[in-house]
């Protein structure tokens, strides 16, 4: 069979091989056999691989969903009674945590900072200072709404010192920008199968700390579907998901996995680094301003601006675009009109550069300036 190559630049779902999507083709199987529980075993081992974690002290716990889904579980499950949530807030990925916590009611801080700013460290001190309450402290690594790098390290490094659990959204870094969990002080990050690790849409998973999840077992139950120490628990005495798999979608995870490993943790770090600058390169030379410093960025998402032309239509652009095989994304920043271009999934330099004859076709056919124009 011969599929179409279509050349994703939004951020996630990312472009896969046919490998990868050939994989889902299989007999069908009930995966309350042995031989499907083997695989997830093996899947969940991997999963801890990618981001170094100790075999003994981390585990990995798979959920049939999207990567929001992960947000949820460690949100709902991960907070004892009476303590608090904070939430390191810059970004689209962060409120939405923000707004995990106000559909459960749990009680939280919003602790905001500008967008295009990494959060100042020592007013997330004077929080944790002024609030022993806090029991579990979210963020986002890669905010994927602007691009911006969180320095969790750092921010890990804080917590723990107050006592408290970390919980970071790495969705749109896990199996791209490397990562050490036990070295980034995280106890639990998360990721699904459709960014990172370029396979399809429906599988998610959280990697986090085994003893914490015991811990979690007396804490409220707030969901029945999404609660973390429920399916960590089920996994643990039957090697299953307590409800049905994603059959299919865990087949293609699996050889997603095989060629992460074949391609290597640092190959294909680098690899997504050439794309990368190969945007930068290709935005540079069309004029575009971005919204947060190339310094900052974690290496996967441009955040572009539009520019000030009447004749600048996204749609018109993204259409045209579409139309021979490159899809770009609109932004996620209500203060200004962006539009996004990823380095993930399983692409490189020359499709970026295959992409940028196209773009720049799109914009002349429109009549905008070039090199864009800006008021200021
Ligand atoms: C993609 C993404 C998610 C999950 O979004 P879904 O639409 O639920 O897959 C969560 N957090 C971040 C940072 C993301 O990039």
């Given at each position: 069979m ?12 990312s472009?896969t091989t046919?490998s ?6 299989v007999p ?15 899947l969940?081992?991997d ?14 716990v798979?959920?049939?969903?999207s ?14 009674d009476g ?9 689209a990925?962060s409120?939405?945590?923000v ?7 749990l ?13 100042d ?6 929080t944790?200072?002024?609030?022993p309450e ?5 963020t ?5 709404g602007t ?5 969790v390290?750092?921010i890990?490094a ?6 408290a ?8 870094t ?7 969990i ?6 639990f ?7 990172g690790?370029?396979?399809m849409t ?8 085994k ?8 804490y409220p ?9 429920l399916q960590y ?5 039957t ?6 798999p ?12 095989k ?6 943790e640092?190959?294909?770090?680098a690899r997504?680094?050439k794309?990368?600058?190969?945007i930068?390169?290709?935005l ?45 994304y609109p ?6 009109n962006?539009?996004r ?11 970026i550069?295959?992409?940028?004859v196209?773009?720049?076709?799109a914009?002349k ?12």
């Amino acid at each position: 069979m011969n599929l179409k190559r279509n050349i994703l630049l939004n951020p996630g779902p990312s472009t896969t091989t046919d490998s990868v999507k050939f994989a889902q083709v299989v007999p069908d199987i009930c995966p309350r056999e042995k031989e499907f529980s083997s695989l997830m075993k093996n899947l969940r081992e991997d999963l801890v691989k990618i981001v170094h974690g100790d075999p003994k002290k981390y585990t990995s716990v798979l959920f049939c969903g999207s990567g929001t889904l992960n947000m949820d579980v460690c949100i709902n499950s991960l907070l004892p009674d009476g303590k608090k949530v904070l939430i390191i807030n810059n970004g689209a990925y962060s409120s939405r945590a923000v707004e995990i916590c106000q559909y459960y009611g749990l009680p939280h801080i919003d602790l905001r900072f500008p967008i295009d700013q990494r959060p100042d460290l020592a007013k997330v001190e004077e929080t944790l200072q002024n609030h022993p309450e806090i029991g579990l402290v979210h963020t986002t690594h890669n905010e994927t709404g602007t691009g911006i790098l969180n320095p969790v390290r750092e921010i890990g490094a804080l917590i723990h010192k107050y006592g408290a659990v970390f919980t970071v959204d790495t969705t749109s870094t896990f199996a791209m920008r490397p990562i050490n969990i036990e070295e980034d002080h995280i106890d639990f990050c998360m990721a699904s199968a459709q960014k990172g690790l370029m396979a399809m849409t429906g599988l998610s998973f959280i990697i986090g700390n085994k003893y914490m999840i015991e811990e979690s077992r007396n804490y409220p139950k707030r969901s029945y579907y999404c609660n973390l120490f429920l399916q960590y628990e089920y996994f643990e005495k039957t090697g299953e998901m307590h409800f049905t798999p994603p059959v299919q979608t865990i087949y293609a995870a699996i050889q997603a996995l095989k060629e992460y490993w074949e391609e290597g943790e640092e190959e294909k770090w680098a690899r997504h680094t050439k794309t990368f600058q190969a945007i930068h390169e290709g935005l540079d030379k069309l004029g575009f301003k971005e919204v947060i410093k190339r310094e900052e960025q974690a290496g996967l998402v441009v955040s572009a601006i539009y520019p000030d032309d009447p004749e600048w239509d996204f749609e018109k652009i993204h259409d045209y675009c579409y139309e021979r095989g490159f899809t770009i994304y609109p932004g996620k920043i209500s203060t200004a009109n962006t539009f996004r271009l990823c380095a993930l999934g399983a692409i490189d330099e020359q499709d970026i550069k295959d992409f940028f004859v196209v773009f720049e076709e799109a914009l002349k056919r429109s009549n905008v300036c070039i090199p864009v124009k800006y008021k200021e």
